[in-house]
């Protein structure tokens, strides 16, 4: 996974406790008051490896997991325009419309992938 210094953009779950991913995810800045911070949370490595791209917006946060050339939204997700998210190195990743949802469900999210290594369950998903 992508890192500059602790600066991470992605997390393999399978080496790294849940614990520590959520408590980077929940102490990341955002750019500003209107931009959210993004990772990618994968269950191991290589090529085509389905995973969960995050992010945290004060009380919202963006979901869209990645499977086999797909991204399934959130079914309930908002957002009437993509949002703009960022990594923590600065790279502009606007997430697309519709897949912002409360923050909470995005860390219940990431709890849930960290111990099923599946697409989570407590998201009804759709593809867009």
């Known amino acids: 996974m992508a890192t500059t210094g602790d600066r991470r953009t992605g997390y393999d779950i399978t ?8 408590a980077a995810l929940q102490a990341a800045v955002p750019p500003s008051a209107n931009a959210g911070v ?3 949370i994968y269950a191991g490595q290589g090529p085509g490896t389905p995973h969960l791209v995050v992010g945290l917006r004060g009380e919202r946060g ?3 997991w990645q499977e086999h050339g797909a991204a399934h939204l959130p079914a309930d997700g908002d957002g ?4 703009d998210y960022f990594s923590l190195q600065g ?3 606007p997430q697309p ?8 469900l995005v860390l219940r999210a990431v709890r849930e ?3 099923t290594r599946v697409r989570p369950e ?3 998903w759709k593809l867009p």
């Open 15 to 22: 080496s790294v406790p849940a614990e520590t991913v959520l």
């Open 80 to 83: 009437a325009a993509s949002a």
């Open 62 to 64: 963006a979901l869209v």
């Open 97 to 104: 419309e519709g897949n912002e949802v409360p923050a909470e």
């Open 113 to 115: 992938f960290a111990q």
């Open 38 to 40: 993004v990772w990618w």
């Open 91 to 93: 790279g502009h990743f």
């Open 122 to 124: 407590c998201v009804a």
